[in-house]
């Protein structure tokens, strides 16, 4: 009988955090799009529409709250 050769494959474990699951919870609810509709839209002097600031902040809370 002979031994089989080893498989190039082998086990690595990440740790990933809770943001994939609030993502995926905030984009169930339309988070973005209401956010979107009740702020002003983008001005010309910035660089990002307050929408996505408001996200980013709200992810924040969530992930931090403790």
Do not use: H
Not at 31 to 45: E, G, K, M, N, W
């Amino acid at each position: 009988m002979r031994c089989q050769a080893r498989a190039p494959f082998r086990l690595e474990s990440r740790w990933v955090g809770g943001l994939p699951l609030v993502n995926g919870l905030l984009r169930r609810l339309r988070i973005d799009t209401y956010l979107t509709q009740a702020l002003p839209a983008r001005d010309a002097r910035t660089r990002t529409a307050p929408a996505q600031i408001l996200g980013v902040l709200l992810r924040n809370i969530i992930l931090n709250q403790r």
